[in-house]
Nanobody, 125 residues
Framework: QVQLVESGGGLVQAGGSLRLSCAAS????????MGWYRQAPGKQRELVAA???????NYGDSVKGRFTISRDNAKNTVYLQMNSLKPEDTAVYYC???????????????????WGQGTLVTVSS
């Protein structure tokens, strides 16, 4: 079993900053892409930012220039630095990772996609 454990959410005033962390734990796995999604009440889940194992990043239009995603491959951990927060950034933020559950031999590898439990970010005006 592979699990993602998120931390760092909370309440912040508009213009403030927060840093989210997400660590993957388990055994016999390899992570490829990691990312952050968010879901506000009454809205669909949307991509916030994603990063490949090689460090290529992708951001949602609404957060470009304000949020920065990074990862530590050795720790299987992804971070989201959120600056200049706005009330419309209020949402539950979910960590996502995909990769492989490693088999005894490569032919027995299985696809992996896992989600964190979510962490609430509230930005007050």
């Amino acid at each position: 079993q592979v699990q993602l454990v998120e931390s760092g959410g909370g309440l912040v005033q508009a213009g403030g900053s927060l840093r989210l962390s997400c660590a993957a734990s388990g055994s016999m796995f390899s992570i490829n892409d990691m990312g952050w999604y968010r879901q506000a009440p009454g809205k669909q889940r949307e991509l916030v930012a994603a990063v490949t194992k090689g460090g290529f990043t992708n951001y949602g239009d609404s957060v470009k220039g304000r949020f920065t995603i990074s990862r530590d491959n050795a720790k299987n951990t992804v971070y989201l630095q959120m600056n200049s927060l706005k009330p419309e950034d209020t949402a539950v933020y979910y960590c996502n990772a995909d990769g492989w559950i490693l088999g005894v031999v490569p032919s027995l590898n299985r696809n992996l996609e896992v989600w964190g439990q979510g962490t609430l970010v509230t930005v007050s005006s």
